[in-house]
């Protein structure tokens, strides 16, 4: 029996045989040919048939993960058919009578090579996208039959060095016990994708890791914990079967906890609501009773655009949420863009310390034909729900009294244009920054909420940066000067007649909410599937 220890990022127990992960990315050759136009055959029907594959994983991780999360995949379509890839790839079939596995993986190492030296942060990113697809396209021409088999066997657990979005969402659910990592930060693509698809996973558990393990293994993985252990012995399986049984019970009866107030039992209310990404989140959020949404990223509004969104395009959306939550608060933050969130045609200089950088508030002060915009998307959707509006990355007085001014501009232009709107849209800060929260006294009396971005707060309380995984082990998130900036923002949000949430992941974090409801918070907003097992958290503390 031997443990290891890694990042649990959906918290379940499997117990079952492994499958190693194979990618056939590392056996290409060369090899030289004589039929060139066979050749290009040959890659043509693989490039079919990866086109059909990427079709039918889209249409699977709409279902499953929602728009926003698989147009990921829409891209790589994209990619495939891009004239430059491509005639990369017949050049050197064609002058070099070179297998066509042997052109598409040359062609993938200079193009991702080419993304990854570009200074702007979202080309570097399609780095790994260029490798994603060759991958599929050598995988297509050397075992076009492969993607296809169904063996009909036991579920598995599925261990890798490092999952691609693609891979993740290529995962036959029913077939995948759960999967395991060796490398992967909390932030990465594989984690969030997990947590949306609710497959017991943990991440980041080490090298060494799959050096001891082998395809049939037994193995347990507690994603609550973050533990595997390989070859249990009898009592430790016992142990473990236990705790799977445990969460079996507790997942059918949460789904009775619907309709419930989150309650405690001397009387404590605190509002549950959920985190969104785009329009597409609306349909977990109302499958999981949440009571509204307590952050809508907006910049992925921006993220899935060519260009600017418009403010017509960017009401509709903003619309389609207030009226599909039908009167119930729904928080939507304006941009928070920079950062790890890069979008190409902001122009956004390279900077040293990104995370530290011209991100979210900052960009839309300096630029406020960008903010009003959105600000006037905002307003005007104010007619049709109940709309809080709040703002990322704050700092300082003087941010906050800039960004209300220009929200009082913008009243009083719709105003004069007769459009209608809400008057009493509550308009609120994050409280992500070190500096927010010790000036949180100052910052009340100025809005109508704060809403704390633990994800954010952490990194800068902590100097962490977020992006990083080899800081996991430095990723105190329980810290305690965490826990007081957020204990002092409450004191002073109350004290000035302000209400404060939570949002960030902090807020599903069940070992906390009796310490949060003590502080006297008084909205957690979490990932959908998190809503009910908070619910009964709550339901079951006493604060007297
Ligand atoms: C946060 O920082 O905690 C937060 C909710 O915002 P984001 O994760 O989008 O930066
Ligand atoms: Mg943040």
Redesign the pocket.
């Known amino acids: 029996m031997e443990k290891f220890k890694g990042k649990g990022v959906y918290g379940a127990v499997a117990i079952g045989s492994v499958s190693v992960f194979k990618r056939g990315d590392t056996q290409v050759r060369r090899e030289h040919i004589d039929d060139i136009q066979a050749e290009f055959a040959r890659l043509e029907a693989a490039k079919e048939l990866a086109v059909e594959q990427l079709g039918e994983i889209y249409e699977k991780a709409l279902k499953e993960v929602g728009e926003t999360h698989a147009q990921i995949f829409e891209v790589h379509m994209m990619m495939l058919e891009d004239d430059d890839y491509n005639e990369s790839i017949a050049n050197l079939i064609e002058t070099q009578a070179v297998n066509a596995e042997y052109a598409v993986a040359s062609t993938a190492d200079n193009f991702s090579a080419m993304f990854a030296a570009m200074d702007d942060a979202y080309m570097q990113a399609r780095a790994a996208d260029v490798k994603d697809i060759s991958n599929r396209l050598i995988a297509c021409l050397t075992d076009p039959g492969a993607a296809k088999s169904d063996d009909g066997g036991e579920k598995m657990i599925v261990c890798a060095d490092d999952l691609a979005p693609s891979e993740t969402v290529s995962l036959d659910k029913d077939r995948v016990l759960a999967f395991v990592t060796a490398f992967g930060s909390s932030n990465s693509h594989t984690a969030i994708l997990a947590r949306n698809m609710n497959i017991p996973a943990v991440i980041s558990v080490g090298e060494e890791f799959l050096k001891s393990i082998k395809d049939g293994d037994k193995i347990i993985v507690d994603g609550h914990t973050g533990e595997i252990i390989v070859s249990p012995d009898a009592e430790t399986e016992k142990k473990y079967a236990e705790k799977r049984a445990e969460d079996e019970r507790k997942k059918a009866l949460l789904q009775e906890l619907k309709g419930k107030d989150n309650v405690t039992l001397d009387g404590t209310r605190v509002n549950i609501y959920a ?1 969104i990404g785009g329009v597409d989140g609306i349909g977990g959020v109302l499958a999981n009773d949440a009571g509204g949404i307590g ?1 809508f ?1 907006s ?1 992925f509004l921006y993220l899935e655009s060519e260009d600017y969104p418009t403010e017509e395009q960017q009401f509709l959306a903003y619309r389609k949420v207030l009226e599909s939550m039908a009167g119930k608060t729904v928080i939507i ?1 304006t941009l ?1 863009i920079g ?1 790890d ?1 890069q979008i190409d045609y902001f122009d956004l200089d390279k900077e040293d310390n990104p995370a530290l950088g011209f991100r979210a508030i900052r960009i839309c002060l300096t630029r406020p034909e960008i903010f009003r915009t959105q600000l006037r998307a905002l307003y005007r959707a104010s007619a049709y729900g109940k709309l809080g509006i709040m703002f ?1 990355m704050i700092t300082s007085v003087s941010e906050v009294e800039q960004i209300l001014a220009v929200c009082e501009e913008v009243k009083a232009e719709l105003k004069g244009e007769g459009i209608p709107f809400d008057e009493k849209v509550e308009t609120g800060i ?1 409280i ?1 920054t070190p500096a927010a929260a010790v000036i949180s006294d100052m910052l009340a009396p100025l809005v109508d909420f704060f ?9 800068y309380t902590l100097a962490i940066d ?1 992006q990083n995984a080899k800081l996991e082990p430095f990723c105190d998130t329980h810290h305690e000067a965490i826990l007081r900036l957020i204990e002092m923002s409450a004191q002073n949000a109350h004290k000035h007649g302000a209400w404060i949430g939570i ?4 807020a599903a974090d069940t070992t906390l909410t009796e310490r949060f409801l003590r502080m006297g918070i008084d909205e957690l907003s979490v990932s959908a599937p998190f809503v009910l097992p908070l619910r009964e958290k709550v339901r079951s503390l006493d604060l007297k």
């Not at 809403?451 to 990194?459: A, E, F, K, R, Y």
């Open positions: 985190n952050l990223r910049e933050r928070d950062a969130k990322p994050m992500e809403s704390v971005g633990t994800n954010d707060l952490t990194q977020r949002c960030g992941e902090l």
